[in-house]
């Protein structure tokens, strides 16, 4: 993500342009239930949230919603398997006003989530590096009932 053109901060403002040739940037498509990656229909299966490593001051919030599998005793050994913090959302209380940005393919799509939940991950993101989470109102597709089970796995 590079600074505003105009005052140098990372902004969300529309009043600002993304180039030097004064076009303003492109919004994001919505990051819909139809885009969530299936979980595998074999128990031991949950996402995470891998909130992209950035500047404090960047205002915009980067992620990757991952497949994260446990073996039988513990997590397994295998090069995909990352140590993750867990954060409970509340869910449908507060408006999805603010979004977060989850690449996927080659592409970046804008997941609406509470102002409070973006503040949370802001506050909880590393400046260098990426840090995985498990947030229940991202990682579990509420659209679609029969994901809720992977709740289970966690307790």
Not at 96 to 106: S, V
């Amino acid at each position: 993500m590079s600074p505003c053109q105009v005052c140098g901060h990372y902004t969300t403002s529309e009043a600002h342009t993304d180039d030097s040739l004064g076009r303003k940037p492109k919004k994001s498509p919505k990051y819909t239930s139809k885009i969530y990656q299936s979980l595998p229909e074999n128990r031991g299966y949950i996402r995470l949230l891998n909130v992209i490593g950035s500047d404090p001051d960047n205002p915009f919030v980067e992620c990757e919603l991952i497949l994260q599998q446990f073996g039988k005793e513990n997590i397994t050994d295998d090069t995909n398997t990352h140590s993750y913090e867990a954060l409970s959302w509340c869910w449908g209380l507060s408006k999805a006003k603010a979004h977060i940005r989850i690449r996927q393919d080659g592409k970046s799509y804008a997941k609406y989530v509470s102002p409070d939940l973006v503040a949370a991950l802001k506050t909880l993101r590393y400046p260098n590096q990426n840090r995985y989470l498990w947030v229940d109102a991202i990682c579990i597709n509420q659209k679609n009932v029969s994901c809720s089970c992977s709740c289970s796995l966690l307790y």
